[in-house]
């Protein structure tokens, strides 16, 4: 199976059939050494990185509307020589994005800060798989999504209506798995209690929130895959 689903086009997903590995995966296996000598230059550049538990694909597919693969637990070292070497590495990475809907249709995004490995880049609050998302070793998309909304926004979407399906955007760069979250606030709103949990945490993980009101408001540091997600819900809303 490997990768095999179209890119660069959105899929309607009624399914994500990812399951864990409890094996290593074999990019970690056959880079040891380069992943060891990777980190000591990221830790140099950035001392505020952790080198924790995330996930890395072995297989993806897209068939009859549903994701199915395999991924591996990696330490986030690991992840971060993958990010260079991609190419013809038997691993990609898929992610998940709350597209968090306000009561007046305004998108609410979050700018990354600046310690971070996306310092100022602007897209859906939203983290890696961690194992903790695995669930009887079958991914949780939507517990990955309120999990990280709420860390880094302190916005909790547990009772959010969500829309009927995910869908997902396979590029060059990786898979993200979204869907609508709605919320009754106006954005601005949600802005104002995103602004006050970011003042009021130590070691915050993002700048701020970020309003996108219409699909030609792009804001500087948009990353590349956010531009499609926003033109399809302002084209479908």
Request: with cysteine.
């Amino acid at each position: 199976m490997s990768f095999d689903l179209p890119r660069n086009v959105i899929l309607a997903v009624d399914a994500v059939d990812v399951r864990l590995d409890p094996g290593p995966h074999p990019f970690a296996k056959d880079n040891a050494a380069a992943i060891a000598e990777n980190w000591q230059r990221e830790m140099a550049a950035n001392p505020a990185l952790f080198d924790g538990t995330v996930v890395l694909l072995s297989q993806l597919a897209w068939r009859d509307n549903r994701l199915v693969g395999r991924c591996h637990a990696v330490n986030y070292s690991t992840f971060m020589l993958w990010r260079k070497r991609p190419e013809n590495s038997g691993a990609e990475h898929a992610y998940a994005h709350a597209v968090l809907v306000a009561g007046d249709n305004a998108l609410v995004a979050i700018r990354m800060g600046p310690r971070t490995v996306n310092a100022g880049r602007v897209y859906f609050a939203a983290g890696s798989f961690e194992p903790v998302d695995f669930h009887d070793g079958m991914v949780d998309v939507d517990f990955n999504m309120i999990r990280e909304v709420r860390e880094e926004t302190g916005i909790d979407l547990t009772d959010a209506r969500r829309g009927v399906r995910w869908h997902a955007l396979s590029t060059a760069s990786g898979t993200v798995i979204f869907r609508r979250y709605h919320v009754d606030d106006p954005a601005d709103e949600v802005a104002r209690r995103i602004s006050a949990f970011v003042a009021a945490e130590t070691d915050p993980e993002i700048e701020g929130p970020v309003i996108i009101r219409h699909a030609a408001d792009l804001p500087e540091g948009l990353s590349p895959h956010m531009k499609p997600l926003i033109e399809w819900h302002f084209a479908n809303s």
